[in-house]
């Protein structure tokens, strides 16, 4: 309950916002587009600093990291609310990213670490019930908050959610600690941090709506050499930070370098569809919100079937088949018109929700197949930022791709005919992690999908 509770939180948070961009953006006075750089600030802020999640909590005890982070990201969510300005709404956003980082991968890596291989796939499949509730009551929540009161309310009613996970974790959560815990790659975290932020807020800032050309430029330059530069040294020290050697391993190679392009993809959607339903079909902020929570609906019912489905099938199989079905229906949705019924775009939603859950699911189980306890916490920590990074290049690549189809059409606002390149793209972008999948083992991660076990 206490870390679903911190996962409804996180997962509400990221997804209520979606709904309420373009009053964000009216109140701030800035183009819509540009609130891309305040969803990707989150992200960042989650890439830049889960990856010290495991060593602090290993360090200073589980409730203590917990309590903090619940606290920061409280905080956060309130400076959100009073935020007057992009710059402002921006910097707000990356600290709750920073309470994020810290709140989640320790609920997660209790988990890792405790239940056994067999069981970990129905483990993660329960856990992650709770939190898709997020995403259900996200979207049309934040759409009614911001259609009948203000936008910052969409912020406030992290408060007393906080408050219960606060209380929650100072009465049931031990402050347990490791006995013994490595010195922190500081000069890791150094390179890693600003190659991360530098790379994605330079990519973020390509449509210039928060500095110049020049400014962009050199955020993405360092960014890659930071990032080299710390991969250079990862291979060559006994502890770093992030242990690059793990995608050696096949199942963990696919599930975090194959998975990341298909969050790509499937990262950008939360941001696009929005869009696409208020500023092109000209819906109001409630009705597109009631309209994606199908996406969130669809997961939920697929999470009764993904074990027997994995077990039947196997990883291989059905990650291969899964990302083409999951990419084609992304791209499915440039083919929606302002005339399109809305009882279309709801099943064609509900299926795709179906097939990210599958996929989600798979990709999480099988990232851990072959990892033993000693490399739990490094393998947590390497998958974790993967997933915020790709989640946030996702959303750079839709906003790029939108904001140059509307250019290169010579549109003065984003309108509906801008939307299908940008949806065609990222869904190329995700039908490509097959094939990673299709070269794992026929028998990969049995152990946790039970495949070859009874499955005929």
Known sequence: ????????MENMDSTIITTSLPAIAGDLGVNPLALNLALTAYLVSLAVFIPISGWVADRYGARSVFATAIV?????SLLCAVSSTLAAFVAARFLQGLGGAMMVPVGRLVLLRTVPKSELLAALNYLTIPA???????????????LNFHWRGIFLINLPIGALGLLLVLRHIPNIREPEVHGLDF???LLSGIGLSGLVL???????????????SACVLTGVLALTAYCWRAVRIEHPLIDLKLLKLATFNTGVVGGSLFRIGLGATPFLLPLMLQLGFGLNPFQSGLLTCATALGAMFMKTLTIRILRRYGFRTVLTVNAVLASCLSAGYGLFTAATPHFVIVSVLLLSGCLRSLQFTGLNAVSFADIGRSMMSQASTLS???QRLSQSMGIVVGAFVLQTTSNLQGHAAVEASDFWPAFVIIAAISVGSALFHIRLPADAGAEVSGHGRGAG
């Open 384 to 386: 974790s930022m993967a």
């Open 132 to 146: 898709l509730l997020g995403p259900v009551i996200g979207p049309p929540l934040g759409g009614f908050i911001t």
């Open 187 to 189: 000069a890791g975290f």
């Open 202 to 216: 330079g990519l973020s800032t390509l449509g210039r709506h928060l500095v110049s050309a020049e400014v962009t």
């Open 72 to 76: 920061v990201f409280v905080a956060g």
């Open 1 to 8: 309950m206490i870390v679903a509770c911190a996962l409804f």
